[in-house]
């Protein structure tokens, strides 16, 4: 059997995220004697012609799609559109955690097969089964970890699959990327950690692995809907990692985990005999609530040279509606110990929860001024602070939410144009934002404009001693972003240091992309406002001056920023009759449980996907 394995596009720009799930299924398929081409479409970006010519000069007879988030939607559509129309017999199966969607991907797309968990051991059977026609339904019934439209036009899921114990979860074969020509990109010299920079300098390259799969937590806006939590064997890590140092030259090791550290024991045998080994390494998807003092010293002794949390949020409120089991005062700790460590960080914030609202806008920025002085600050803190909007994925209590509220239809055809209208888009756009808040779309994008502002305005004040700054300063700054943006090319004679001190520290900060990678895994986007704060005028007008500055930069015409701020006074003149909207005080999952098993709409075997993990 010929079988393709593709990998669709996961953000606007190629990932420097190695394509380890689509690896891990061409190598169980070639274990399992199959002829299998990887086509990582994420590297390569073809136009349409392109991928038309390379499926005509390889026709498959099973197509395996992986498609790691649900922005992938009408890539998935696209794609396996063109392979059915030139291949009719071609099964085609989609993986990954547009899974979630599966009634959506069998009834509205060519798909045959969408697989729920660990496909390595599913994508096996799926191809034996389908290498004999007619299809045995019976067989496909009883197989775990797939869902399909039955011949009867039942939708059909299966259970989730059995996950793989850590014992059979193979080390990635780069191979496979050598062979593809992507290897480059993926063990790579190109850097834009700052961490890294003398190493790299110095000739090492950087890659990525991993050492668990899935996560103790299950926070409420996260798609990532795997269930349990499973570190790999230890040595087969090291083993892994000594690998590529032999085989590719690799010195710099990021471990992408989703949740890495939360078993201490495999954590720290890990980071010690990495560090045994002369690698500097750096871990995100650390929780707060698993580190001390005492582990992160060991982790900086033995190699590592940064840790990354997601805090989220620095209200409580909105903490407990994400269910991220932890508390603010946690997060704190965490951040002042890994200064205290000599570690490196980033915050990564998450805005607009239902719930959401000045009040806990505030208690974040009350959070971030706390813990400013535990950042490693070059420029201004908000080159160190990514602030995302939650966005209604499929498979989380969010997305249900947003279903139940009516922002998201419930019939397939209205899931599919909501799938639609996120694909291709990262968390920080906010074109697609479902707004949950009850208050006004210009209100809530504000908000990331208000938290750096009013975070780098403390700074600048404290840290900068530039308390005040004169009117005209303030009005030619701005008068100087508007010249730009009109002429479309920095223009010649107006100086950058206009406002001395700030000015220098924001114009750095904005080109410096501090701890920002190219593949757009943070969202950094430095303050534009923060000295309409330095002023007591400006300073008086800031949440009007904002407000309108939001509209102007989050609009593509001048039309589109009027509609934004008409529909803001509308909201304004309405709360005057009526009360405020308040959203949920607790953890979604609870709130859409209870919804879902009282009155579920929809075919009845979606259920346990909707509910997720």
């Known amino acids: 059997m010929r079988i393709c394995i593709c ?12 394509p380890l799930g689509s690896m891990a299924i061409v190598q169980a398929l070639r274990a399992s004697g199959h002829d299998v081409e990887f086509f990582n479409l994420d590297y390569r970006r073809p136009a349409p012609a392109q991928i038309r010519d ?32 030139m291949s009719p017999r071609t099964t085609i199966v989609v993986g990954g955690n547009l899974a979630a969607s599966a009634e959506v991907l069998l009834r509205r797309c060519p798909v045959d097969f969408c697989v729920v968990g660990d496909g390595e051991r599913i994508i096996c059977e799926l191809a034996e089964i389908t290498a004999k026609r007619p299809l045995d339904y019976e ?7 797939i869902c399909f439209v039955g011949p009867e036009g039942r939708f059909v899921f299966t259970g989730f699959g059995l996950a793989l114990r850590p014992d059979e979860i193979p080390s990635p074969d780069f191979e496979i990327l050598q062979a593809d020509g992507s290897l480059s990109h993926y063990v790579s010299q190109e850097n834009r950690w700052p961490d890294w920079e003398r190493q790299v300098r110095e000739g090492a390259k950087w890659t990525t692995v991993i050492a668990a799969k899935g996560c103790v937590a299950r926070c409420t806006f996260c798609h990532r809907w795997e269930r349990g939590y499973r570190f790999l064997l230890v040595d087969r890590v090291i083993d892994h990692v000594r690998h590529l140092m032999e085989r590719y030259g690799v010195r710099l090791v990021s471990i992408g985990d989703e949740n890495f550290g939360s078993d201490r024991r495999r954590s720290g045998e890990l980071a010690r005999r990495l560090g045994e080994m002369g690698i500097s390494w750096r871990a995100a998807g650390v929780r707060a609530a698993t580190v001390d003092l005492e582990t992160l010293f060991e982790w900086k002794n033995h190699g590592c040279t940064a840790v990354i949390y997601g805090v989220e949020s620095g209200s409580q409120t909105i903490l407990d ?99 639609l209208r996120i694909s291709d888009t990262d ?55 508007l010249l730009y943006a009109f002429a479309g090319k920095r223009l010649e004679g107006l100086p950058s240091s206009s406002l001395g001190l700030v000015g220098r520290a924001a114009t750095r900060a904005a080109t410096l992309d501090a701890a920002l990678p190219e593949d757009g895994y943070f969202n950094i986007r430095t303050s534009r406002f923060v000295p309409l704060l330095l002023n007591p005028l400006t300073r008086w007008a800031f949440p009007l001056l904002l407000l309108m500055g939001t509209a102007a930069v989050s609009s593509r015409s001048l039309a589109q920023a009027c509609d934004l701020l008409l529909d803001h006074l509308i909201w304004r003149l309405r709360g005057l009759f009526r009360p405020p909207f308040t959203g949920p005080a607790r953890s979604l999952r609870k709130l859409i449980r209870t919804i879902l098993e009282s009155g579920h709409v929809g075919s009845e075997m979606m259920l346990p996907l909707r509910l997720g993990r």
Not at 7 to 16: G, H, M
Not at 444 to 462: K, N, Q
Request: neutral net charge; glycine residues 6%; proline residues 5%.
């Open 427 to 481: 968390a920080y756009q906010a074109d697609h934002f479902v707004n949950y808040t009850g208050l006004s779309l210009l209100k809530v994008l504000s908000w990331r404009h208000r938290i750096t502002s009013e975070v780098d305005a403390r700074y600048v004040e404290e840290k900068l001693g530039v308390r005040r700054l004169p009117f005209l300063q303030v009005a030619w700054y701005f008068l100087r972003d």
């Open 139 to 145: 067989k496909l019934g009883s197989t775990r970890g």
């Open 54 to 85: 390379y499926f005509a000069r390889n026709p498959c007879d099973l197509l395996g799609v992986s498609a790691v988030v649900s922005t992938a939607y009408a890539y998935t559509r696209f794609l396996t559109t063109m392979v059915r129309e």
């Open 321 to 419: 509606v994400m269910e991220k089991k932890t508390t603010v005062s946690e997060n704190v700790n965490a951040i002042r110990w890994t200064h205290e460590a000599g570690l490196h960080t980033v915050l990564q914030i998450v805005i607009g929860m239902p719930g959401e609202s000045d009040s806990t806008i505030s208690e974040t920025i009350g959070f971030l001024q706390q813990v400013t002085p535990y950042l490693e600050i070059s420029t201004l803190p908000s080159a160190l602070i990514s602030v995302n909007y939650a966005q209604a994925l499929p498979g989380t209590p969010l997305y249900e939410y947003a279903r139940e509220q009516g922002f998201i239809g419930k019939t397939v055809e209205e899931e599919e144009a909501y799938l």
């Open 7 to 18: 990998t669709t596009p996961i953000r606007p720009q190629p990932t420097r995220f190695p």
